[in-house]
């Protein structure tokens, strides 16, 4: 929950501004300011980021006021700002905590400090004093102060008091969704939001956030009605209007994920995050040369974007400009040297180059950086294979079997690699496999080796 970092200076005068402003020019001069007056003063050079004019103004005041609860409640609350937690407790044990605003201030202090059982303790005490009318307002802030360090599972158990006296109450309601959020119980969440949604139908944010819910549990379709709803209240909401599109994306649903993000487009300021998106999704579609037009736009913002050069490097290699997908691969190379996907792409264009000796050197670099790069294992035994080398990609094939047996094809080049080694059992053992998933893969290996038909036919026979 971001702190609420408002004020009102309504009462900040040219006068007082003025004072002010001749009393930090000029430290030594001998101003009188009430206690009023320093509180507006020090909120108001707080929120103009001028911190230390604000603590200078409070160590005058508390000169010219030095018993001023008021005054000292407002040091402690900038040193906790500032994080001087030990200096604000120090500040706040010389005040009493029958001041609202003071038990706050010291509950969030033993929060920052971990010391969590003395600041249950002070939300009881606030509890236990309160009226029931106030309850639901006091659970809010003694909630808030839980969620700024992360505490969201003790949040929780005061905004569940709070709903018991004001089950409408919008914002605690909202406030409890999130923290159910964070823990985890996403149904409840769920639930909460759609409590939220039936006090009021038209309450945007809660259809967002009920969007955002789906999204994360891979919901897609409800979480494209939660944007709907949302866009029914406000179709002018960029934000929606991206998350629509990223839920239409998920769901292969390509051309329509284009129209949410070309509708965000119009008043995007940096627009190059879009031209990713769009770029894409026009790959996906098979449109490379819309996909290689945005992916350069990209890259015109931004010439060392890492996610541009890759898919840009990766449209102009199905389109067979090697050498320029080349470079491309390479500068992404030198953005993350450690990508593995970027090494396996430089594989595969030395590959299409027919340069086997890089092709294996690639390959074997992005398995080292990522051990669970399938795909670049299969890439280096298929390459070992074409170069007739079936006892080098043996142990690259086993390494996938032990990690994902259910990799495609993999006994499809088990099987070849059995059969060049003269393993008849493994072989055998990879043709019944290969019979028995249903796939295409035994009749494209009896297509290489059909002199090995008879064998596949006994062994289905056995079968039946």
């Known amino acids: 929950m971001e702190q609420n970092n408002s004020y009102d200076f309504e009462d900040l005068s040219d006068g007082l501004k003025e004072r002010a402003e001749k009393f930090l020019s000029d430290r030594f001069s001998e101003l009188y300011f009430d206690v009023d007056e320093l509180e507006i003063l020090v909120d108001h050079y707080i929120a103009q980021r001028r911190d230390a004019d604000a603590y200078a103004l409070l160590e005058y005041g508390l000169k010219l006021h030095p018993h001023s609860s008021e005054l000292l409640a407002r040091k402690a609350k900038f040193l906790l700002l500032q994080g001087e937690i030990g200096k604000a407790s120090a500040v706040l044990d010389a005040l009493s905590v029958d001041d609202y605003e003071v038990a706050m201030l010291k509950m969030e202090a033993f929060v920052k400090l971990n010391r969590l059982t003395e600041a249950v303790e002070l939300a009881e005490h606030l509890l236990k004093e309160e009226e029931d009318t106030e309850m639901c307002p006091t659970c809010l802030d003694i909630a808030s102060v839980f969620m700024e360090q992360d505490h969201y599972d003790m949040a929780l158990n005061y905004l569940t008091i709070g709903k018991k006296y004001d089950s409408n109450n919008i914002e605690l309601l909202s406030e409890l969704a999130f923290c159910l959020e964070k823990v985890g119980d996403v149904e409840k969440a769920i639930d909460t939001y759609n409590d939220i949604i039936d006090i009021n139908p038209y309450y945007a944010d809660a259809w967002f956030n009920l969007g955002q819910v789906f999204l994360g549990q891979n919901r897609y379709r409800q979480a494209l009605h939660a944007y709907e709803m949302c866009l029914t209240i406000d179709d002018l909401d960029p934000l929606v209007w991206l998350q629509k599109g990223h839920a239409h994306f998920s769901m292969d649903e390509f051309h329509e994920a284009i129209e949410c993000y070309e509708h965000c487009l119009k008043d995007a300021k940096d627009k190059w995050q879009l031209y990713l998106f769009l770029g894409e999704c026009y790959e996906k579609l098979g449109d490379c040369d819309t996909a290689i037009r945005y992916n350069r736009k990209v890259l015109d913002e931004q010439p060392s974007n890492f996610d541009a050069l890759m898919a840009l490097g990766f ?76 006892s080098e990609a043996l142990p690259v094939l086993l390494r996938v079997k032990a990690m994902e047996p259910e990799t495609p094809r993999l006994y499809l080049l088990l099987a070849v690699v059995y059969y060049g080694l003269n393993d008849s059992e493994n072989l055998l053992d ?30 289905i026979e056995r079968k039946k």
């Open 315 to 390: 449209c102009l290699m199905e389109k067979k400009q090697l050498d320029e997908a080349q470079e491309l691969f390479a500068a992404a190379i030198k953005v993350r040297p450690q990508s593995s996907e970027a090494w396996f792409n430089m594989g595969e264009v030395a590959n299409f180059k027919s340069r086997t000796d890089d092709a294996v050197s690639y390959y074997t670099r992005a398995i080292e950086l990522d051990p669970k790069n399938i795909d670049a294992m299969i890439a280096l035994a298929t390459t070992y294979i074409d170069e007739d080398k079936p």
């Open 430 to 459: 990879c043709l019944g496999k290969m019979v028995i998933s249903g796939t295409e893969d035994i009749n494209i290996f009896l297509n290489v080796c059909p002199e090995l038909s008879e064998v596949v036919k006994n062994y």
